[in-house]
């Protein structure tokens, strides 16, 4: 086969998994039907300047109430999986409050509805989405809203575990945690780095903790996490650019694939962060490093960095820059096919995990 030959599905491993993927608010509305629960993503595009045309997620793409329709298209497709996320506040919409029964009924319907189209389903937990009522008392930098985690998971994975073989416990840390707690981009907004790295922190712990219970309940079943990853590339071969690509690695993936692989927390980021490091517990580290059967591997884009001598673009000194004469997407991401090639081998090379899911 030549290089400008495209694959043809034949030539693909008879189990191999075609997918599709979708999260909970951006796609299913209902935002106020049925018992559910604010979401910090309801409350942010509530609040002026927040999003640019004030569009929210209550209607969305109506999937709560065109499921069926959905999961058609998906069959048409070809495709013989579906990743989807369920919604934290229409499970458990206060923060200790009773789980909401109608929302556990639709996740049930979804699932059996994959089934019956002989559709693979691959549940993530967390898709950015957490209840109102736990950002109130914290949120992601309250150590609390672990606790909530675990007992959210074990609701669900009581319901659906006998029928939902691949699990998926967060997905994108660096989005949920890092642009929403520092970059101030996501919901819930925030501008803060110390509370973004213990977010972080906090997220990684939930997922190590998760594991045992989803196991528990969903005996047999694949869990891993998804992460959303870059190959970074210097502007240039100076010795300042080659160390920025170095410290921006550091917070941009090292941060998370270094514990997930019982590494702790990179020692050289850890440095730069200072006084905004996280606070780890004893045993913490332990558990974030519990083995998964997978890593999810959510690829975009590749990333450039140069030498950001100020600080200016944050503790790690490193600012992106773009690469000349590229396609680039609308926007404004970098088009590189090459970009996925040198991400896989790097973690292959660096990390070797049990196995790996591109999931988005």
Not at 165 to 187: D, F, L, Q, R
Not at 209 to 236: D, E, F, W, Y
Request: glycine share 10%.
């Amino acid at each position: 086969m030549s290089a400008n030959t495209a694959p043809t599905r034949n030539q693909f491993p008879a189990d191999f998994r075609w997918g599709v993927s979708t999260s909970s608010f951006q796609i299913e509305g209902a935002g106020r039907e049925d018992g559910k629960g604010e979401s910090i993503w309801d409350r942010f595009c509530s609040e002026p300047g927040r999003i640019r045309d004030g569009s929210n997620g209550l209607v969305a793409c109506d999937h709560y109430h065109r499921w069926p329709q959905d999961l058609d298209l998906a069959k048409q497709l070809g495709v013989n999986a579906y990743r989807f996320s369920i919604a934290w506040p229409r499970i458990l919409p206060q923060v200790r409050g009773v789980v909401n029964e109608a929302g556990l009924a639709f996740y049930d319907r979804l699932v059996g509805g994959m089934l019956e189209r002989g559709l693979d389903p691959c549940a993530t937990l967390y898709h950015w989405d957490l209840p109102q009522a736990l950002q109130a008392q914290g949120g992601g930098i309250s150590r609390d809203t672990i606790d909530a985690f675990l007992a959210y998971t074990d609701f669900v994975t009581r319901r659906l575990g006998d029928r939902v073989k691949h699990w998926i416990t967060h997905n994108e840390p660096w989005c949920s945690c890092i642009m929403g707690y520092w970059e101030g981009v996501h919901a819930p907004g925030g501008t803060s780095l110390a509370d973004a790295m213990q977010a972080c922190h906090h997220v990684l712990l939930s997922h190590g903790q998760a594991i045992p219970v989803i196991r528990k309940n969903s005996p047999g079943a694949q869990v891993g996490i998804t992460l959303s990853l870059h190959p970074i590339a210097a502007a240039s071969d100076s010795a300042a650019d080659q160390a920025a690509l170095k410290r921006h690695d550091g917070l941009r993936n090292r941060w998370f694939l270094d514990p997930l692989f019982g590494r702790g927390y990179p020692e050289d980021t850890l440095a730069l962060l200072g006084a905004a490091a996280p606070q780890v517990l004893a045993g913490d580290l332990d558990a974030i490093a519990t083995p998964t059967d997978f890593l999810g591997v959510n690829y975009y884009f590749p990333e450039m960095v140069a030498d950001d001598p100020t600080g200016s673009h944050g503790p790690m000194r490193a600012k992106l820059v773009d690469r000349p004469g590229v396609e680039r997407t609308g926007f404004g991401w970098e088009v590189s096919p090459q970009g996925l090639v040198d991400l896989l081998t790097r973690i292959q090379r660096d990390y070797a995990p049990a196995a790996v899911q591109l999931t988005e």
